[in-house]
């Protein structure tokens, strides 16, 4: 039986996800997400992509991207594979870093409040952990490049972050990602 088709078409804005094939993690370090966003941005600037928020888990990653053309596979193609490419170069790996087809769920932008609602859940805390890197674009321009630069420089040390993270009490840890948020605020 085939697969269905994308559904495809200038400014759809999408849900995407993607894990790592065995669920094994996609990002090793703090190098591999900035290698990922500066890949993203490239791909934004090939595409005509506009991030609106994202995600990067240890073994997955969301986005949330509007495209003005109807370009979702190609752009995704080269991201995953340009991607998964320098990994495999940067660590001596080989093979496949993610599984199977990324999920894209079409967000009505049409109203009710859908696309500021899967962007909060992306952007959220609650499944996140302080291995996550995660941000919004800004609203007054959408440049993912001066943003990533904002987030590798407010982010510092994820480690470091991982051990505040650990010593903080229930009521401390509600948003760990206020670090994340702050830097892409400034």
């Known amino acids: 039986m085939p697969r269905k088709m994308r559904v495809e078409y200038a400014g759809a804005i999408y849900h995407l996800m993607s894990r790592g094939d065995r669920r094994e993690d996609i990002f090793l370090d703090d190098v591999d997400r900035q290698d990922f966003l500066k890949t993203l941005a490239e791909a934004c600037q090939k595409t005509g992509f506009q991030v609106h928020a994202y995600c990067l888990m240890r073994h997955h990653f969301h986005l949330v991207i509007e495209t003005p053309?109807?370009?979702?596979?190609?752009?995704?193609?080269?991201?995953?594979?340009?991607?998964?490419?320098?990994?495999n170069h940067r660590h001596k790996l080989f093979g496949h870093v993610f599984a199977g087809r990324y999920k894209a769920l079409v967000v009505d932008g049409s109203g009710g409040g859908y696309l500021r609602t899967v962007s909060d859940y992306v952007d959220s805390p609650q499944e996140r952990s302080w291995q996550a890197?995660?941000?919004?674009?800004?609203?007054?321009?959408?440049?993912?490049?001066?943003?990533?630069?904002?987030?590798?420089?407010?982010?510092?040390?994820?480690?470091?972050?991982?051990?505040?993270?650990?010593?903080?009490?229930a009521s401390q840890r509600e948003t760990p990602l206020k670090w994340a948020r702050a830097a892409m605020n400034d």
Request: net charge positive.
């Open 133 to 169: 890197g995660c941000g919004r674009a800004d609203e007054k321009r959408n440049d993912l490049a001066a943003q990533m630069d904002r987030w590798a420089s407010g982010a510092g040390d994820i480690k470091k972050r991982q051990r505040e993270a650990a010593s903080m009490d």
């Open 69 to 87: 053309k109807a370009n979702l596979v190609a752009g995704m193609a080269w991201l995953l594979s340009a991607y998964t490419i320098g990994l």
